[in-house]
C-alpha cells in the first residue's frame, strides 16, 4: 500500500487530481468510507477530466449518513436515489462535482468492495488516509488495455443490462475484451421480457451473432447495442 501521490504524479492542472487530493480525501472521506472505481482509475491514468462520478463506499450505513451530512454541510444537492445509491451534485471551488454514496452493499475493508467489482480495471481505491489500494492485475489491465472481467461477474447466473453497458463503455474508450469473454457475457445476458419488445429482440439477434464468432466490436454497433440496452 502507498499514498496515492507516491504512486500517481502529482498534476496541478489535472483537475480530477485537484478534487482529489484537495476535496474528497481531507474533507469529504471519514475512517470508515472511500473513494473507489472509476475516479480513482482515471487519476491513475492522468485523465484529467471530472466529468464523472466520485463513488463512495461504505463500511456500515452508520459511516454513510456520517458522510452524507459532511456532503451536505458543503451546500451539495441531493439529485436523486436508486436501491444502490444516493447522488448529489455541487461544487468544489470552481469545480462541478457529482458525488455517489454507495449503499447498495456495505464491505468490511475497501479490499472487500474492490473484490465486489465487475471488471478488474476499475479495482482501484483510496483511504480517508491517501492510501491507494490496487487489485494485483489493475496495473498490467489498464496499461494492456485488457479490461479484465471479474470472478464475481463470471460466477453470475446472468449478466444484467446494466454490466454489458458498461463494458461497452470501456470498449470506446479503446479496451479489448476476448471474444470468449464477450460470448460468455452475452450467453448470460437476462433476456426477460416480452419477444416483441424491439430492443429485447434486437439483442437476443446480436448475440446470437455473437455466438456465430462474428466481429461486432465496431463503433457503429457498440452504439446500437449500447442505445438498444438502454431501452430494455
Known amino acids: ?36 472505481g ?12 471530472i466529468r464523472h462520478d466520485f463513488d463512495i463506499f461504505f463500511r456500515s450505513e452508520e459511516f454513510m449518513e ?67 489500494v490496487i487489485d494485483k492485475n489493475f496495473e498490467s489491465y489498464n496499461l494492456t488495455k485488457n479490461i479484465g472481467v471479474s470472478n464475481v461477474l463470471r460466477n453470475l447466473d446472468y449478466t444484467s443490462s446494466h454490466h454489458i453497458g458498461r463494458l461497452f463503455k470501456f470498449l470506446k474508450e479503446g479496451y479489448k475484451i476476448s471474444p470468449e469473454d464477450l460470448r460468455m457475457l452475452f450467453s448470460k445476458l437476462d433476456f426477460s421480457g416480452s419477444d416483441e419488445d424491439e430492443a429485447v429482440s434486437t439483442i437476443y439477434n446480436l448475440h446470437r451473432e455473437l455466438e456465430k464468432g462474428a466481429d461486432l466490436l465496431t463503433n457503429e454497433v457498440i452504439d446500437v447495442i449500447n442505445a438498444r440496452l438502454q431501452a430494455i
Not at 1 to 22: A, C, G, L, Q
Not at 105 to 130: H, M, R, V, W
Request: hydrophobic share 35%.
Open 38 to 49: 472509476g475516479s480513482v482509475r482515471r487519476a491513475y491514468l492522468q485523465d484529467k477530466s
Open 1 to 36: 500500500m502507498n499514498n496515492i501521490w507516491d504512486k500517481i504524479p502529482y498534476d496541478t492542472n489535472n483537475d480530477n487530481h485537484v478534487v482529489i487530493r484537495d476535496f474528497i480525501i481531507p474533507q469529504i472521506l471519514t475512517e470508515g468510507s472511500w473513494l473507489a
Open 66 to 132: 456520517e458522510v452524507e451530512g459532511i456532503v451536505r454541510a458543503f451546500c451539495f444537492q441531493r439529485e436523486y436515489d436508486s436501491a444502490n445509491a444516493i447522488t448529489y451534485s455541487g461544487y468544489f471551488k470552481y469545480y462541478p462535482i457529482t458525488i455517489q454514496l454507495i449503499h447498495r452493499q456495505y464491505y468490511n475493508s475497501l479490499e472487500e468492495t474492490l473484490e465486489s467489482f465487475d471488471f478488474d480495471i476499475c479495482k482501484a481505491g483510496i483511504t480517508f488516509e491517501g492510501t491507494l
